[in-house]
């Protein structure tokens, strides 16, 4: 089993530093301006041969009100009481300050056992410190350093008996020599195995659109903050998701502006966190304002995740409280005119706040991620493709000799990709691609979904540079 660790301290002592050390990578956004993180970010990580899933928390700001800052207090106290053990961190720098006495009594409190670490002993500087954080009550403190990755084999020492793992359970070399046999026949199978592997689902658009209502809507939890101020969400966070069977890794993501509009680091972080979310997934969900459907920035991101390659579903949101006729009108006329690339993106209107039409929403996620997988076999696909020949031949090359088309195969899927064999691929129009793939869209049922098309050069394979079109 895995061991469940929550990471926990005031805000900028080094918990999302930590957090990217243990994870082996940079997934939390790190800045110098405290409180950057705000949901509790979890992610697999390892030491040694201990499994474990980490969670990154908001830092401790007191509040007894409704503010965002007590709401992301409730965050950090729902990552308490599912972890396993805490990991207490304090700044060995800055000595023992009074938000830390504070919150290591709530944690003492939740009675989970808890590892202190003076994170930031990168000298001898820091020993007074280290000696003063005995008043916290926590136990013997570790000096540690998350950013350059000192300590950890202590730190090591302090999980391992919490490890849930039995001697039995323990990975024998042989099987980890097995899984990487299993893995690589898992790559040869792929096609066949696709729909087992849970589908990377993200959440996009711009800022205060209802991105993380959705999200929780979808959860059926209050999983995300959410609150009537703009750019609440800063980080990327996923979470592993089922429906109706179907396993999802489904990623919140921070609000995106016009670049022109960003001028603060901290923004430019979180819009990088952004974009690479949903060009790492596999469907991408673009949320938009029924009152504002389609604007210059939506389709800025629509245009991006087809660019992309990714498969791509809009949510209108808010439609319990919009204009229906005015904002249908409009989102209609946009798609046609100013996002051409992909015919027949599937759009869904939606009440995130209410939870109207959220089955509607995921069974279009399915069936845009079906036809984003879809693989056609040569023989169809050359009949097609010979009777579209027929219908209307390719036109005259510059030798006044008519192109021929030889055949088609398909390349790849996710999203589909296509070869065409051409005796002379750069005389072919950009009109006669645009018709064959709008077509191969029409008969195969390939609507909404980015397409890749190669013209190549039969015969010598090292012929002049491919002519590549994408649409």
Known sequence: MTLKVAIVGRPNVGKSTLFNRLAGRKIAIVHDQPGVTRDRKEADAKLRDINMKIIDTAGFEYSKDDSLEKRMWLQTERAIK????CLFLFDARDGIQPYDEFFANLVRQSGKPVVLLANKCEGKLQEDSIH???KLGLGEP???SAEHGLGLLDLYDMLKPHDKRTKDEEISEKEIQDEDIFSTEKVLAEDEKIKSRPIQLAIVGRPNVGKSTLMNALLKDERMLTGPEAGVTRDAISVDWEWKGRKIKLVDTAGLRRHSKIEDSLEKMSAASTKH??????????????????????LTIARQVIDEGRALVIAVNKWDIANRQEALQRLNDKLQTSLTQVEGVPTVTISALKGENLDKLMSAVFKVYDRWNTRIPTAPLNKWFADMIDNY?????????????????????????????????EGLPDAYLRYLMNNLRKTFNLGGIPLRVTVRKTGNPYAEKDKYHSK
């Open 82 to 85: 599912e972890a396993d053990v």
């Open 132 to 134: 003063e954080a005995y």
């Open 142 to 144: 570790i000096p540690f």
């Open 277 to 298: 979310a949903a060009f790492m997934a596999q469907v991408v969900v673009l949320v938009l304002d029924a009152d504002a459907v389609l604007d210059k920035q939506d």
């Open 393 to 425: 031949p390719p036109p005259l090359g510059k030798n006044k000799r008519r192109i021929k088309l030889r055949y088609i195969t398909q390349a790849k899927t996710r999203p589909p990709a296509f070869y065409i064999f051409s005796s002379n691929p």
